[in-house]
């Protein structure tokens, strides 16, 4: 057996880019230094006097984030595989003699973010790089929402219909059952979409019509109806919007034109009344621009493991939401910047 030389590391690393290292191309297009000053001040942890233990760089732990939701790993995994794959230290910029944040340490960044809330202004951060590099085609926009799913939450009739009705069931309350309630998720809800029952939340995205990047996002338990975060996706700006059949309505009407936008919405036939000639042209010509969002939806399920998060409550769902629509947009700009 060959002995271990001086530069075995980096001979595998210099294998690992021939062979095509997609996360070393990411490091590559992406400036991570513009996410410093927005997670600096929400964590609030200037240094005050000596001694403790030294907190890990704040770049590199929300590369880590980055790292789970395009892979959708746990913490537990996450520890794992940055410990085990040699692309992931290098993407985090670790070498071997390196330590290595555990997943406790990981779970507790991110739960200190998401006290913070700063979600948005990450995702808007980069936003505002995407419209620097003219990347932002201002041709019309694209609204749709996908179901996110969450692990099922085994409880009893009586108790799902409490969490329905927004209550907590008395039984999970109080001091002495503090650690059954911060497991159990009151926000979640289940819907049904085409025959099929799914639990989990929603991501309502604004897509750009030209370069397919997100430009906006919002979250919502998967129960609420797509058309309801209409108002809060779109703007004047936005001048054409499209949609499909599930955004028709009054409501969507008056929101649309109380901003002077012009919907592309998609008709759709009713029972006794089918769609004309005319009306199935013009959903075929709407449809093939609206796609584009389908695209997006496709990315993340295939290339970013599945559209399904392992967290409880609103604000976390929202969290790692958010950092999945970053995560796309982080790789869809890579993909522009070719």
């Known amino acids: 057996m060959k002995e271990k030389g001086l530069f075995d590391e980096e001979d595998r690393l210099r294998v690992l880019s021939k062979l095509g290292d997609s996360l070393e191309k990411l490091n590559e297009k992406i400036n991570w230094e513009i996410f410093k000053p927005i997670l600096k001040k929400a964590l609030n942890k200037e240094a005050k006097g000596l001694g403790g233990r030294p907190a890990y760089d704040y770049v590199l732990m929300f590369k880590i984030i980055i790292l789970q939701r395009l892979y959708n790993i746990s913490d537990d995994q996450t520890e794992y595989q940055i410990n085990d794959r040699l692309s992931f230290m290098r993407f985090l910029g670790l070498e071997l003699k390196d330590k290595v944040p555990d997943a406790k340490t990981i779970w507790l960044f991110k ?63 109080g001091k002495q059952n503090k650690t059954k309630l911060s497991q159990k998720d009151c926000d979640v809800r289940w819907t049904k979409k085409h025959k099929r029952s799914y639990y989990g939340y929603k991501d309502h995205i604004k897509v750009d019509k ?38 028709i309505g009054e409501e969507t009407q008056r929101v649309l034109k109380a901003k002077g936008i012009k919907g592309q919405i998609c008709e759709r036939g009713a029972r006794g009344r089918a769609l004309t000639k005319k009306q199935k042209v013009s959903n075929r010509k709407k449809s093939k621009i609206r796609a584009r969002v389908e695209h997006v939806f496709g990315f993340m399920t295939n290339s970013m493991k599945g559209i399904y998060v392992r967290t409880i409550g609103l604000a976390r769902a929202t969290f790692s939401i958010i950092m999945m629509n970053l995560t796309y947009n982080l790789c869809r700009y890579c993909y522009l910047k070719k």
């Open 210 to 247: 030209k370069s397919k990047l997100i430009l906006k996002g919002t979250v919502t338990a998967a129960n609420v109806h797509d058309s309801k975060e209409l108002k809060n996706l779109i703007e004047k700006e936005d001048e054409i919007v499209y949609a499909d059949s599930a955004y």
């Open 111 to 173: 739960e200190k973010l998401i006290e913070a809330r700063i979600s948005k202004r990450l995702f808007e951060k980069f936003g505002k790089e995407l419209a620097k590099h003219n990347l932002i085609g201002k041709e019309g926009t694209i609204i749709d929402a996908t179901i996110v799913e969450v692990p099922i939450q085994h409880n009893n009739k009586d108790e799902n219909e409490q969490i329905k009705n927004g209550k907590i069931p008395e039984h999970w309350q």
